[in-house]
Nanobody
Framework: QVQVVESGGGLVQPGGSLRLSCAASGSFFRLNTMGWYRQAPGKERELVAAIFSSASTNYADFVKGRFTISMYSPHMVYLQMNSLRPEDTAVYYC???????????????WGKGTLVTVSS
């Protein structure tokens, strides 16, 4: 059974930094992508950053130059968040696009989320 688990959220002052971690575990054929999404109160979930099996990355415009996604082992990623702003406050969710077998299509697996609060 595939599991996706995040860690690293918390309270930080504006201008500060946090690093989120995410690990995908279980038995599966291939991990295609891992990414971070966020959802602020009253808003829809939105993509923050993603990294693909080719190591290419994709960032939302509102985090370019401030956040960095990186893969530090085959099934684990970091999201380094610098120069945090109050508007970055949200629950951050890790997403993994996984093929469970060589014959199956990729499916999305989600973590439970970790809260990031940027406030003085």
């Amino acid at each position: 059974q595939v599991q996706v688990v995040e860690s690293g959220g918390g309270l930080v002052q504006p201008g500060g930094s946090l690093r989120l971690s995410c690990a995908a575990s279980g038995s599966f054929f291939r991990l295609n992508t891992m990414g971070w999404y966020r959802q602020a109160p009253g808003k829809e979930r939105e993509l923050v950053a993603a990294i693909f099996s080719s190591a290419s990355t994709n960032y939302a415009d509102f985090v370019k130059g401030r956040f960095t996604i990186s893969m530090y082992s085959p099934h684990m990623v970091y999201l380094q968040m610098n120069s945090l702003r109050p508007e970055d406050t949200a629950v951050y969710y890790c997403n993994a696009g996984i093929r469970e077998t060589r014959w199956s299509n990729a499916m999305d697996y989600w973590g439970k989320g970790t809260l990031v609060t940027v406030s003085s």
